[in-house]
């Protein structure tokens, strides 16, 4: 059924034990009185870098449809390369995946993504239709010329360099796969230029769609998804936007969403990188605001809705009124303590 032998059996036959593992680097014994026991030649591919199938490439991965993720991590993790009759399998046995608990590919896809940059790149590049069985609108993107000035790579290479761009860790590095895959279906162009206006929110629309497909923990898809939706928001090194966006998205969030600014631009043509610098400065800018323990939540506002109640307010009153007062604090209108704020409540009651 593609996901296990039909039989197992029991041996004390070392060589039939070992001629059921799936790569020969992972058919190597070892025993006390006899050394390694290499019947394979695991240990030459290992020295060559070669991922090798044992025995017939295409039987193994019909015996567990699993293992060809398990062969793409293989390779971006430790730096194997498939040799010719594996990586054809590989690709001719790709639509067994669909076999497969969600779960487990699941699994094997995020080990896959943190792998190293410079092997993760290559793989990606050449084994893309097998991503595609599981994310079908990532072959929409393969050689989808964006004709923008931004932009000197078609939208999948331009994926993968900012896939690889991003720090190893999961769920940026499945945002950075996710957060241009809506371009091919929003595509216009004009004014002698390519434009993809929404692409962000059809592209989380897909992240939603195919990261319930692959069982991902609701947690996961919630951090994936919020900087998908976000990855082309304005981000600028201006003190006031800063504290305000500091405070809609939280401090995790929003260093996440510089980390993605960054590495999208770092896989976008000179024309775009000049931005990359004033990312960094925001950066800084935010954990200054940070340590000097600046305020940008209500929490380190100086007056609280009890304050705010026995001055007289009540019900929603009391919520826009402490709304009120944190944007006039993070606008720099007036300061952070208690005579300063209630004084500026009654004076601007009006405006709320």
């Not at 060809?68 to 995946?97: P, Q, S, W």
């Not at 923008?148 to 991003?166: F, G, M, P, Q, R």
Request: overall charge neutral; hydrophobic content about 40%; some cysteine.
């Amino acid at each position: 059924d593609c996901r296990r032998p039909e039989n197992v059996f029991f041996t004390c036959d070392l060589t039939k034990d070992l001629a059921r593992r799936d790569f020969t680097v992972n058919a190597i014994a070892y025993s006390e009185s006899k050394g390694i026991i290499d019947i394979f030649d695991g240990e030459s591919d290992i020295k060559t870098n070669t991922l090798r199938c044992v025995g017939e490439a295409e039987k193994r991965f019909e015996e567990d449809a699993l293992r060809i993720m398990r062969g793409l991590r293989f390779m971006t993790v430790y730096g194997f390369k498939a040799e010719k009759k594996t990586a054809l399998a590989l690709h001719n046995k790709k639509h067994l995946l669909k076999a497969i608990s969600p779960e487990r590919v699941s699994s094997e896809l995020c080990k896959m993504l943190c792998g190293k940059a410079e092997y993760l790149y290559p793989v990606l590049m050449e084994y893309y239709d097998i991503l595609g069985e599981v994310i079908p609108e990532i072959l929409q993107c393969v050689d989808f010329d964006q004709k923008n000035h931004y932009h000197n790579l078609d939208v999948w290479e331009h994926t993968v360099k900012a896939i690889c761009s991003i720090e190893p860790v999961a769920h940026l590095r499945l945002a950075m796969l996710f957060h241009d895959l809506g371009k091919p279906y929003c595509y216009q162009f004009y004014n002698n230029e390519g434009h993809f206006k929404g692409h962000a929110s059809i592209s989380g629309e897909i992240c939603e769609k195919r990261m319930k497909e692959l069982r991902f923990d609701n947690e996961t898809l919630q951090n994936v998804l919020a900087l998908v939706k976000r990855h082309d928001m304005i981000m600028k090194n201006d003190g006031i936007i800063l504290k305000k966006q500091l405070n809609k998205y939280g401090e995790n969030l929003f260093f996440d969403l510089i980390k993605v600014h960054i590495a999208d631009d770092t896989a976008k043509s000179a024309a775009a990188q000049g931005r990359i610098a004033e990312y960094k400065e925001a950066a800084e800018t935010a954990k200054t605001a940070i340590s000097q323990q600046e305020c940008f939540s209500l929490k380190k506002l100086a007056v609280n809705g009890n304050d705010i109640i026995k001055m007289g307010f009540r019900g929603k009153e009391v919520g826009a009124a402490l709304s009120f007062l944190l944007n006039a604090v993070m606008e720099n209108k007036i300061e952070n303590n208690y005579n300063a704020l209630t004084e500026y409540l009654v004076i601007n009651k009006e405006k709320m």
